[in-house]
């Protein structure tokens, strides 16, 4: 499947993942109130959070090595036995800690003790979550591009069905042992579509292993890791700046415009995760890997000035529908905001070559420096220019970061 087919598939997906999302917060919101909602935000953040820490950092090197060892299977399945190894280690740290905790962390993290049980129930379904992520990741890295678009079409409508009915039934308590569940469920259904696939086999996760495998999904865990903090940390440090430097409403018009960009990000994103990440991986000649990289740029370029265009042209419709008046401030905000994003597409498809050849240090390195320069420069042009320097800031940031990333590519891979 080539790469225009697969945007096309990729996007159909993400849109279905986005509705879905309004529609469960709409609903979630409607049974439980703003004080529910809260909650199960901070619910969300936690599932991430475990997540992230019980092995979805290893999404990335599980879909490039298994791409990059598609003739070199037994290389392929001793990193799929030391991935499930580090998986199993870490979630049984893990559920030992938010069960026998649980009214703990309830009581940090949702001010109460009545939610101890969702996180009990959370920790014996999260193993499942990550398996689940786990092989997801290993159907990307095999170009099986209709089952991983099916499988994460299939977890946004379970999710969207399991949210919605428990929440209209049970209220709350149901919002959050949905959201504590529903991937535990899509794995099944995941088992079910690939069990009969040649590769999937018992066996073949169960490899010996050697310290050099465990080397390189950690030096991928680096790159999941520090691009994970860097994004977060900056987008935290510039919401700060510009509540103590200018107002809350004002930066909650920012993070209107931020949260609305990344939904618009997120439609080129899966496209490149899906096709151009495994596809990379496993090219190893240089001339193909330019050819390819070419081809991605003539079609994924056009596609993000398309949707950057409408979102601009229709940013008073957004508005009106997604948000109040109170946000009206952010309409000033979307050119700057749209060509920047352009720009950072541009970059991203220079940086998932550099992903896709293992070059950790030099990705782990520009994620830290182009996260430090995004909030120099937004502290310096916020003082300067107000709300909208804090856009000026990304797009500048953006147009260095995609310099940076062409040079590199030229004088490092190419």
Same mark, same amino acid.
């Given at each position: 499947?080539?790469?225009?087919?697969? @945007?096309?598939? @990729?996007?159909?997906?993400?849109?279905?993942?986005?509705? /879905?999302?309004?529609?469960?917060?709409?609903?979630?919101?409607?049974?439980?109130?703003?004080?529910?909602?809260?909650?199960?935000?901070?619910?969300? %953040?936690?599932?991430?959070?475990?997540?992230?820490?019980?092995?979805?950092?290893?999404?990335?090197?599980?879909?490039?090595?298994?791409? !990059?060892?598609?003739?070199?299977?037994?290389?392929?399945?001793?990193? =799929?036995?030391?991935?499930?190894?580090?998986?199993?280690?870490?979630?049984?740290?893990?559920?030992?800690?938010?069960?026998?905790?649980?009214?703990?962390?309830?009581?940090?993290?949702?001010?109460?003790? !009545?939610?101890?049980?969702?996180?009990?129930?959370?920790?014996?379904?999260?193993?499942?979550?990550?398996? %689940?992520?786990?092989?997801?990741?290993?159907?990307?890295?095999?170009?099986?591009?209709?089952?991983?678009?099916?499988?994460?079409?299939?977890?946004?409508?379970?999710?969207?069905?399991?949210?919605?009915?428990?929440?209209?039934?049970?209220?709350?308590?149901?919002?959050?042992?949905?959201?504590? *569940? %529903?991937?535990?469920?899509?794995?099944?259904?995941?088992?079910?579509?690939?069990?009969?696939?040649?590769?999937?086999?018992?066996?073949?996760?169960?490899?010996?292993?050697?310290? /050099?495998?465990?080397?390189?999904?950690?030096?991928?865990?680096?790159?999941?890791?520090?691009?994970?903090?860097?994004?977060?940390?900056?987008?935290?440090?510039?919401?700060?700046?510009?509540? !103590?430097?200018?107002?809350?409403?004002?930066?909650?018009?920012?993070?209107?415009? =931020?949260?609305? @960009?990344?939904?618009?990000?997120?439609?080129?994103?899966?496209?490149?995760?899906?096709?151009?990440?495994?596809?990379?991986?496993?090219?190893?000649?240089?001339?193909?890997?330019?050819?390819?990289?070419?081809?991605?740029?003539?079609?994924?370029?056009?596609?993000?000035?398309?949707?950057?265009?409408?979102?601009?042209?229709?940013?008073?419709?957004?508005?009106?529908?997604?948000?109040?008046?109170?946000? *009206?401030?952010?309409?000033?905000?979307?050119? =700057?905001?749209?060509?920047?994003? @352009?720009?950072?597409?541009?970059?991203?498809?220079?940086?998932?070559?550099?992903?896709?050849?293992?070059?950790?240090?030099?990705?782990?390195?520009?994620?830290?420096?182009?996260?430090?320069?995004?909030?120099?420069?937004?502290?310096?042009?916020?003082?300067?220019?107000?709300?909208?320097?804090?856009?000026?800031?990304?797009?500048?940031?953006?147009?260095?970061?995609?310099?940076?990333?062409?040079?590199?590519?030229?004088?490092?891979?190419?």
């Amino acid at each position: 499947m080539n790469l225009l087919k697969t @945007s096309i598939l @990729s996007g159909i997906s993400t849109l279905i993942r986005i509705i /879905s999302g309004v529609i469960i917060t709409k609903v979630v919101a409607t049974f439980t109130g703003p004080a529910g909602l809260a909650v199960i935000g901070q619910l969300q %953040n936690i599932i991430s959070l475990a997540m992230l820490l019980t092995g979805d950092f290893l999404k990335t090197a599980t879909t490039k090595y298994t791409a !990059e060892y598609k003739e070199q299977e037994q290389n392929k399945y001793k990193i =799929w036995s030391s991935a499930l190894k580090i998986i199993i280690f870490l979630n049984v740290v893990v559920f030992f800690v938010f069960y026998f905790f649980s009214d703990e962390i309830s009581t940090y993290f949702l001010k109460s003790t !009545e939610f101890s049980y969702v996180f009990k129930v959370f920790s014996i379904s999260l193993p499942f979550f990550v398996l %689940n992520s786990f092989l997801l990741a290993i159907i990307n890295g095999q170009k099986d591009i209709k089952r991983y678009i099916f499988l994460n079409i299939t977890l946004s409508i379970v999710s969207l069905l399991l949210v919605c009915l428990l929440s209209y039934f049970y209220g709350i308590t149901g919002s959050l042992i949905a959201y504590a *569940t %529903n991937q535990s469920i899509v794995f099944f259904i995941t088992i079910f579509v690939v069990k009969n696939q040649p590769w999937f086999k018992v066996k073949y996760f169960f490899y010996k292993t050697e310290l /050099s495998q465990y080397k390189k999904l950690f030096g991928f865990a680096l790159i999941t890791f520090t691009s994970i903090i860097a994004s977060n940390g900056s987008v935290f440090y510039i919401r700060s700046y510009l509540i !103590e430097n200018l107002s809350p409403a004002l930066a909650g018009n920012w993070q209107a415009m =931020w949260s609305l @960009s990344q939904i618009s990000l997120s439609l080129i994103t899966m496209s490149l995760a899906t096709y151009l990440l495994p596809t990379l991986s496993h090219l190893k000649s240089k001339v193909l890997i330019n050819k390819e990289l070419q081809a991605a740029i003539k079609i994924i370029m056009p596609i993000t000035l398309i949707i950057s265009s409408v979102i601009y042209v229709l940013r008073d419709v957004i508005i009106m529908i997604l948000y109040t008046t109170e946000f *009206t401030a952010m309409r000033d905000l979307f050119f =700057w905001q749209m060509i920047g994003n @352009s720009i950072k597409v541009c970059g991203w498809l220079y940086g998932y070559v550099l992903v896709a050849k293992g070059m950790v240090k030099y990705t782990v390195s520009t994620e830290i420096i182009f996260a430090l320069i995004w909030c120099f420069l937004s502290s310096y042009l916020i003082d300067i220019y107000g709300l909208i320097g804090a856009i000026y800031a990304f797009t500048i940031n953006a147009l260095l970061h995609s310099i940076a990333m062409f040079l590199v590519y030229k004088f490092k891979v190419n």
